[in-house]
């Protein structure tokens, strides 16, 4: 374990209310190729987290360190846990979201929409009520580095949801460009969505939108709710206070729910995800390029419904 060094930058004061001014960012590993999904697992006190390049799953410790969690992991990308603590997973090699079960078997969640492969979807997040929401970027279908270079099949990059009760996929916003990480509000009335449409195009999208979310698991609205830069948004997770934590590309910044930015954790790498963990669930735990980083806050990971 090493250290690089306190670099907070403080953008509004109630910044310094979330942080802690002595904590330092930790290198945890640096053996990835670009390391993504982080997702804690409290009950085994391990962090685990995708490398999608080399085509698998690592898991961090603090009394062991590192080890592989699964290899030949289909080139998975994010990752989140159900409301059964199961692991749910974008895999960009078999383009679809699958779920592990308490036995070790896979099952296929998402695979197909309108008798058409999904693109490579990315990013998933499960809501209270079971409901399994992805988005679906081309990126790991535009090369061999993080998946199969294919063509598309969808008429676009969309994002989804699944009624776990059924498996019927539902199309639910079909306006991005490149959609890529997505995170409920706390009390899970709105659905925020990056677009990281600039990753190849300069000109693209690079913010985060927001969507209301009806008793139907409609959405409506969809406005910009906030511009991220330098880089795209990737990967986020909101504290128990509100506040968006997100990536960007050489940094974690924290947004109120104003959208205003009050500060950032500097990282000396390109920030893809992030989120919450360790016994307090007050350790940020950030996937950076080649590495994984961590510091702790002064403010704990949100705790949904």
Not at 79 to 105: A, F, I, K, Q, W
Not at 114 to 136: A, C, E, M, Q, Y
Not at 192 to 212: E, L, N, Q, T
Request: proline share 5%; hydrophobic share 35%; glycine share 10%.
């Amino acid at each position: 374990m090493s250290m690089v060094g306190n670099d907070i930058e403080y953008f509004d004061h109630r910044f310094r209310d979330l942080t802690v001014p002595i904590a330092k960012v930790e290198t945890l590993y640096d053996g990835c190729r670009w390391a993504e999904g982080p997702v804690w697992f409290a009950e085994h006190d391990c962090l685990v987290w995708s490398d999608i390049p080399n085509n698998r799953l690592l898991r961090w410790t603090a009394d062991t360190g590192v080890s592989v969690f699964r290899a030949s992991a289909n080139f998975t990308n994010g990752n989140t846990r159900d409301r059964e603590g199961r692991l749910v997973s974008c895999e960009h090699g078999g383009r679809r979201v699958s779920r592990t079960e308490p036995d070790g078997t896979i099952t296929a969640i998402a695979t197909h929409f309108g008798k058409k492969r999904l693109n490579s979807p990315n990013d998933v997040v499960v809501k209270s009520d079971g409901t399994i929401w992805f988005t679906d970027p081309s990126y790991g279908i535009m090369s061999d580095y993080e998946g199969y270079k294919s063509d598309m099949e969808q008429d676009g990059c969309h994002v989804y949801r699944v009624d776990p009760r059924t498996g019927a996929i539902a199309r639910v916003a079909d306006d991005f460009v490149k959609p890529n990480g997505l995170a409920f509000s706390p009390d899970e009335k709105w659905l925020y969505v990056a677009d990281s449409g600039a990753s190849h195009d300069p000109a693209g999208p690079h913010h985060i939108r927001r969507f209301k979310v009806g008793k139907d698991n409609s959405l409506t609205g969809g406005k910009v709710f906030a511009e991220v830069s330098p880089g795209v948004p990737d990967g986020f997770r909101f504290d128990a206070d509100g506040n968006l934590w997100t990536s960007c590309r050489d940094g974690v910044i924290c947004l109120a729910s104003s959208g205003d930015a009050l500060g950032k954790i500097r990282i000396p790498t390109m920030v893809s995800n992030l989120t919450f963990g360790g016994p307090r669930r007050n350790r940020l735990f950030i996937t950076a390029t080649d590495r994984l980083f961590s510091v702790f806050v002064a403010t704990t990971g949100a705790q949904r419904p």
